[in-house]
């Protein structure tokens, strides 16, 4: 791996260049696209109902994803995250059928995906196991664990707090708003500013982009990959949040594919799976470049299953454009 | 490499869209019941890949093609999605569908989307699951499963002859409404409570072949001194058969199982288990989309709980427990012949 960051100094950067020192305008432009053909190709898709449902629709996927991102910059990856997530929601929901306050079950359970976090972080960091493994493993047993604690049951879940991002508001008359969408933007734009005008950020980058040297110049390796990781559980904590807000009812069994889902919205914005390059402005355009694709193909009456082979075609798409971009320089 | 982007999502647009589908794109984004108006009929499966929602879909569509309706079907992806119920919830109605049947993934898991569907005038029919509470849709095609878990256990329990049972569990998915009714039903029909000591094992397995058959073969590790066995569904029937046969232990056993698939009737036929209670998820469907026409054409919705019924099917028929033989279960059964 050579160091991505460095810039060329040329006076015409090639496409490539570009594309790396952007990563978020390919994907960006891709979902444009996305959104033109189904504004052309339907006449249902392109009205502000339904682009506010399409956003609604990623909100889930795209919170988790985001602490994917992170993860993903150090060269890690999270398996675990929305069974960690599910279980929070679990925890939440019991909670509050317990007697507990909306807003504690909402801390305690941020607190569960803070410690599950934070456990996979230190076995990454301390025990230096591949990060692979040790959420794969988590997956497994918070899976377990959720269906376990929930006795297998769904668990309604009617609370102000933890259903107000679900809330739906009305700007100038027709536009719906959730206040989970403002949140939702509030933190990438947070962790877009963390990461790219922070000492902290810089230095996710240059963990992911090359350990050793990033040790060498005095960076301190492991509690840097562990602040991330414990980030990242906070991040999963709000996504189960978001999730109540979303469908106001803790189920074990929900969300099986989220994992994969957040790793297919990271790469679609362009975020290398090697670590140390990407941006979590990508991250939100392949969120909902993937909600834009379900919902504009649904309304174009496209088998679902279709949907996932499109799906799939444009993850193996956006590595290779990525690969390419690379060759380049 | 714009051009390589664009051209990929062109190309994976237009090659998705070539892909055969029984859905049709409706414009307008109205929602009106009655007036006279045609029915659009949407409908929502668990999962679109289960033989049992193919089939549910398939008369679902016919029934609407026979009625002059349109029609358009979406589903989750997995047992349990209910995010993606609810998306399909949200898009038949931006689709502007008069009428959404769905087939809920969890009893509770998409009510907010159904109150949202209902608050804007679309008629909501739970079909094969009910929801909790029931009143959240307008009304409900369904098996009593209940009364398909009674239909079971009254009939192992004849089978048995008085003998005392000794008996091992096979349960779907935990906590799934479908799966605590039918589980609770045997237990009744059987005359035994939960956690009585003849029940020797059980085992989830979310209503998976190979899962049962594991779960089986772990649960013969500690007995093989059983004599009968619940299953939730056929596919789990025939994992638990496959581990039963293994050990030899086919011959002192009666398993009862709960679908009427073509499959499983076979698999009574067959003599993999002694019964199975068929359900009719044709009848589920047509009895919706007719629902759907009718509220198009008066604005007249259909209410409550309409048990579409569940029948016995065994080659062994027992004194006091009503069925039919496999004969009939051929004609009748659901799926793939």
Excluded at chain 1, 54 to 70: C, D, E, F, K, R
Excluded at chain 1, 276 to 292: D, E, K, P
């Amino acid at each position: 791996m050579t160091s991505a960051t460095a810039t060329v100094e040329s006076d015409r950067p090639t496409i490539g260049e570009f594309f790396l020192r952007a990563p978020a305008v390919g994907p960006a432009l891709a979902l444009v696209v996305a959104v033109l053909v189904f504004s052309f190709s339907t006449d249902t898709f392109l009205n502000l109902d339904n682009i506010s449902l399409v956003v609604q629709q990623s909100l889930v996927i795209g919170t988790l994803a985001l602490g994917q991102t992170l993860i993903i910059l150090t060269a890690g990856i999270d398996l675990a995250n929305a069974a960690s997530m599910v279980l929070a929601t679990l925890i939440m929901a019991k909670l509050l059928a317990g007697g507990v306050s909306g807003i504690f079950a909402l801390l305690l359970g941020i607190v569960a995906t803070v410690l599950v976090s934070g456990v996979v972080g230190s076995l990454v960091t301390k025990v230096k196991l591949p990060p692979f493994i040790v959420t794969l493993g988590a997956l497994t047993m918070l899976t377990a664990a959720g269906r376990l604690f929930a006795g297998g049951e769904a668990v309604p879940v009617a609370d102000g707090l933890l259903n107000w991002l679900g809330t739906r508001r009305y700007l100038f008359g027709g536009i719906e708003i959730t206040y989970g969408m403002t949140l939702a933007l509030i933190m990438y734009l947070v962790m877009w500013y963390a990461l790219t005008r922070t000492a902290w950020g810089k230095h996710v980058y240059a963990v992911g982009n090359a350990p050793e040297s990033a040790r060498l110049s005095g960076i301190k390796v492991n509690r840097t990959v562990l602040s991330v990781y414990l980030v990242a559980g906070v991040i999963f904590g709000i996504a189960a949040w978001q999730a109540l807000g979303r469908v106001p009812n803790a189920d074990p069994n929900a969300y099986q594919l989220g994992n994969l889902d957040s790793i297919t919205a990271v790469v679609l914005g362009g975020t290398s799976l090697f670590g140390g390059r990407g941006s979590v402005l990508g991250t939100m355009m392949g969120a909902l470049i993937v909600a834009v694709l379900r919902s504009g193909l649904t309304q174009l009456g496209v088998d679902a299953l279709y949907q996932d082979v499109a799906t799939g075609a444009l993850v193996i798409a956006a590595v290779a454009v990525d690969r390419l971009a690379r060759r380049q320089r | 490499m714009r051009k390589i982007l664009t051209a990929g999502l062109v190309a994976a647009v237009l090659v998705s869209a070539g892909g055969c589908t029984v859905e049709r794109h409706w414009g307008g984004n109205t929602n009106s019941g009655g007036g006279g108006g045609k029915a659009k009929v949407g409908l929502v499966t668990k999962t679109d890949t289960n033989p049992y929602f193919v089939e549910l879909r398939a008369a679902a569509s016919a029934a609407a093609q026979a009625n002059g309706a349109d029609f358009s079907a979406l589903a989750g992806q997995f047992d349990g999605d209910n995010d993606g119920q609810v998306r399909a919830i949200e898009n038949l109605m931006q689709q502007g569908a008069t009428t959404i049947l769905i087939t809920p993934s969890s009893s509770t898991g998409v009510l907010d989307a159904i109150d949202r569907a209902r608050k804007a005038g679309v008629l909501v029919i739970a079909l094969d699951t009910a929801t909790e509470p029931a009143e959240a849709v307008d009304a409900t095609f369904a098996t009593d499963n209940f009364v398909a878990g009674q239909q079971q256990g009254a009939y192992v329990k004849a089978a048995l002859g008085g003998t005392q049972p000794k008996l091992f569990m096979v349960d779907g998915t935990a906590g799934s409404t479908v799966d605590t009714q039918r589980h609770t039903g045997f237990l009744s029909g059987i005359g035994l409570a939960d956690g009585a000591p003849e029940i020797k094992g059980s085992t989830p397995a979310n209503g998976d072949q190979s899962t049962a058959q594991q779960g089986v073969e772990n649960l013969l590790q500690r007995t093989t001194d059983i004599n009968a066995v619940y299953t939730m569904n056929e596919p789990m029937g025939r994992g638990t058969y496959a581990a039963l046969k293994a050990r030899g232990l086919t011959g002192q056993i009666v398993m009862g199982s709960i679908d009427g698939g073509c499959e499983g009737v076979q698999n009574v036929r067959d003599g993999q288990y002694a019964a199975t209670v068929m359900q009719f998820p044709k009848k589920m469907a047509e009895q919706g989309v007719l629902a759907a026409v009718e509220y198009a054409k008066s604005g007249k919705k259909p209410a409550g709980f309409n048990n579409t019924g569940s029948v016995v099917i065994t080659d062994k028929p027992m004194p006091g427990v009503e069925s039919q033989n496999t004969d009939w279960g051929l004609q009748n059964c659901w799926g793939e012949k």
